[in-house]
């Protein structure tokens, strides 16, 4: 690659940009390439003062974030070095990722599990945040935990009816399902006999129906408000 034949200066700042590019669309392949052939590339910032583990966090990209691993020993500061806003990495964690991909995500998942989500990638990125880093407060006085609780507002709400309207589902299905049950229990298959009892009382088939159909019956939990 004959951009890594010129000056540092030169080569960083043409390198800057498709690192930056690759880190928010989460193009690992050329992120990995980048850094083999150019390694200083891993402290380039962009206009923001973010590195490429700030732009992966703030756009979820959890492949360009694994990197951090390979960085053990000091994979803490790239997280806990803050931008010209102040925000470190967990204060990027913790402001809720764009609409449009929260969108394409709902489709396959209820707010409640998108939450769920979005606490698990803050945890993710806390265990690589230094201890006094998560009280850090950003230009806007805003702790990363702040900022979580305050940009996920109306995440939590659309969760909370997402779980009442599942709720409500689950409860009109068990009740479908104890109608069946039950209407299965008093409609005797076969009917009765002369004297009142089933027509298939002696067969082994029935006494499992039975038996089945009664625990079926009793191990219905009916749903509570």
Sequence with gaps: MEIVKLDYSKAASIFAVSLKVAAITGALEVVEVILSSFPGSIYLKDELN?????LAIANRRENIFNLV???KEFGNLFVSTVDNRMNNGLHLAGRLESQQKLNLRARAAGAALQIQLELQWFKEVENFTMVPDGGRINNDEKTPMMLF???HEELVKEGEQWMKDTSNSCAIVAALIVTIVFAAAITVPGGNN???????SQEKAFTVFAISDALALFSMRYPRD
């Design 50 to 54: 973010q590195t490429i583990f700030h």
């Design 69 to 71: 691993y390979q960085f």
């Design 149 to 151: 609780t305050e940009t």
């Design 194 to 200: 002369g004297a009142g009892l089933p027509v298939f």
